[in-house]
């Protein structure tokens, strides 16, 4: 088998053979920019992509301004800011033109004895037998710069300034915090110290003058500022106390940490450099364990726009399985040696031809519309685009939406088109299951297309899996050809199968063909007595009587045999002469076994207008091989399954082999018209299976109660109003009551609001059937870690 999965003339089981990439000195085209339109490779990188809920679509999302709590400042807090400010201005006039006299203020409280006298500011009053001219004017600087500090605390902690500065200066990102903190302090300074800044001609502040008259008073005299370092030093000491709260708020430590980490000493060699705050463009993680080569060539590659996203993030997840499996040296030298085309896909691809939505593989995610701003949104989704990915694949998804509803171009494929990008970073394998002729991408972004009952096709389907296991097989076969039977049970299918298979297997050394298997089931004479007679050898006499258990039980009423004898018959048609292994010639046989160990990207198209019930037949064959193959491989990349299609696939095992997809890595996408397509009993078990659920616009109000059985019910907060008619009790009162109902023709009555808590339907069946507009679904969203997005109205045309 190659590396894509097919296989040569060796016959069905032959030994997996890796095919090599590229040479890595063949040029390869310069890739084209379809991560964002208008955006260049550098700046895709360094957009912010932060943590958010399920299903938000994070690159460049910002918390919608209604998800802040106290963003916008109501007029009250407005209103509580300005009134204090106000009133301390009237009260700092009052005290700079002497109206205030001292004796009525809190500082008499604080001060000495000796340092009040009687009178104002404007009209101090003299001590009784001093000749000094103009007494106390230190005290007054003093009293006046304490009087000023005591205002400025209370119009803070009244209003509230420091809390509303500090929220809306920490929103702010940096440099853009620090930039206006630094505006603030220069206008602080200005005045603080008028006579600094040219063209300034207010009055300073009373903060320098009341600190020096401070420090003259405890010493006695002014003769401490003849010395000019004493007079700078307090300067410094008044213009540090200014530009602290500055310095906290606008956070310049950090900044000025980051500039000299940055510009620190140079790195021994192989030794770690210690990372600051770089652009991802820069490759900050390959600096940080010293690979400084290395990420100056990717971060040329990437200024110099020879690397598109697919480049990015496949070196990106090669250099984290390089660094788990402790192999950086071997990373570095394929870098260093083969650049943006290093760890290429098998395919040699670095791109789609074209893209039909917006992907951002950094975070595997791909945007396939806009939460709808609706009442019952959260504020953390309302207007953000919505998005699936991985970590919500994992959990399989199902949508059910009538035909033309959009299930296709809307959802399947955005999923099927995202997954093949990943497979290029060789993040994950993707399997496709549609008719033929759907859109859900180029033959291009293919690796392998197998084009059931087309003499075209360059590939065919191993209805087998590569597997050498006549159990395992049987149960591929039984859960293809019966399992949307009630008339033959899962078991009985699969021991027919098993004591058929075993014996051939044994026998031949290979699985019979289908038309061969055929006549076995059939009870074909000629047929079981060749393998018997294959089977002489005592080393065959447990598969000898595997077949006798088999004979004995032919023709019996619960004989299984028959039945599926009659569904076998549905593949072997003229149009599927080619296939299932039959002329594996010209015709290479491809293995869904191949999936589980290489990241390839697969697509089966099956004849569903001429042969509806064998394509239906061959999608259960192919999620039965599917869930089987997954549980037994390592779980190194994701894998996914996409029926485009699930009518008459799902059956009762299926539903729960998907239920343990998520503990293997892998997923499936189903699409239904209907649930009605789904057996009633395993209506219930297919909603508790899947992690992801998606109601179209247009579903009946049958497929909504399923719905809505399955996200119950929320607790809401409603309130009710009543109108009481009011009976007076005094003359005077009913008469203008009777006065006021002549006039207006309304009787006088009072309103009672009740206000309590109720169990609602978070989507009722009426709702989903009538209330979603065209164009919109439905979704909701669980990851693997078991994180919840609730069921909410997506604008899939956004």
Known sequence: MNSDGTQDARGTHATPVPRPAAPPDAPAAPPRPAH????????????????????????????????SEGERIRPATIVGMLIPLALALVVWSFWRRGAIPYQFTLLRLFTPNDWWWGGTLANPARFEGQAIEQPGSEALEVYSGLFFAALVYTVGRLG??????????????????????????????????????????????????????????????????????????????????????????????????????????????GGAQPVVAQLRAHWPALREVGQQQVADLLTGEVLARRMNDVDCARIEDSWKRARAKNC????????????????????????????????????????????????????????????????????SLLVVGPSGSGKTRHVITPAAESLTLQALTNRCAVVVVCSAGAEVGEDSSYDVIVRLGNSASAHDLDPYADSDDPDEVAGFLAEALAGDLDTVGSERATTTLAQLLGPYKAAYGRFPTLPVLRKLLEGDSSALSDLRERLVDDRH???????????????????????????????????????????????RPFSLRAVSSHPLRVRIDLPERAHEEASRLLSRLVLAQFTAIVRDRPRAHFASLVLDDATGTVTQESVRRIQRLRSHNAGVVLALRTVADVPEPLHGPLYGAVGCRMAMSGVTTWDGSRFADTWGTEWVEIKDFAQHTVFADQPMTRAMHALRKLVTGKAATTEAVTVRQVER????????????????????LTTVQGEHAPPLLVDLRS
């Open 541 to 587: 006499s447990v598969w000898r009587r595997e077949l006798d258990a088999r004979t004995r039980h032919t023709g019996t009423p619960g004989d299984a045999a028959p039945v599926l004898a009659d569904r076998l018959a549905l593949l072997d048609r003229p149009a599927f002469s080619d296939f299932f292994g039959v002329n594996s010639e010209t015709v």
């Open 36 to 67: 964002a339109p208008g955006m260049s490779v550098a700046d895709w990188l360094n957009v912010d992509r932060p943590e958010t809920r399920p299903g938000i679509w994070r690159f460049g999302y910002t918390t919608p301004k209604a998800a």
């Open 328 to 395: 950086v040296s071997e990373f570095a030298d394929t870098v260093l040696r083969q650049g943006a085309a290093a760890f290429l896909h098998p395919s040699g691809s670095r791109d789609l031809e074209r893209r039909t939505v917006r992907h951002d593989l950094l975070t595997g995610q791909v945007r396939i519309g806009q939460w709808a701003a609706a009442e019952r949104t959260p504020p953390a989704y309302g207007g953000a685009g919505a998005a699936i990915g991985p970590e919500t694949l994992a959990t």
């Open 160 to 269: 509230g300034w420091p809390a509303v500065i500090r929220h809306f200066l920490h929103r702010k990102p940096q440099p853009a915090r620090a930039l206006y903190a630094a505006v603030g302090s220069l206008v602080t300074l200005s005045f603080v110290f008028p006579d600094a800044f040219p063209g300034v001609h207010w009055d300073a502040l009373p903060v320098v003058q009341p600190l020096f008259s401070l420090i003259a008073l405890m010493s006695g005299g002014y003769e401490i500022y003849e010395s000019a370092w004493a007079t700078n030093l307090l300067y410094a000491l008044v213009t540090a106390l200014v530009l602290w709260p500055f310095t906290r708020v606008g956070g310049w430590w950090g900044i000025a940490r980051s500039r000299l980490a940055s510009h620190g000493g140079a790195v021994q060699p």
């Open 761 to 780: 339907e978070r989507w009722s069946a009426s709702e989903l059937a009538h209330g979603v507009p065209a164009g919109h679904a439905v979704l909701s």
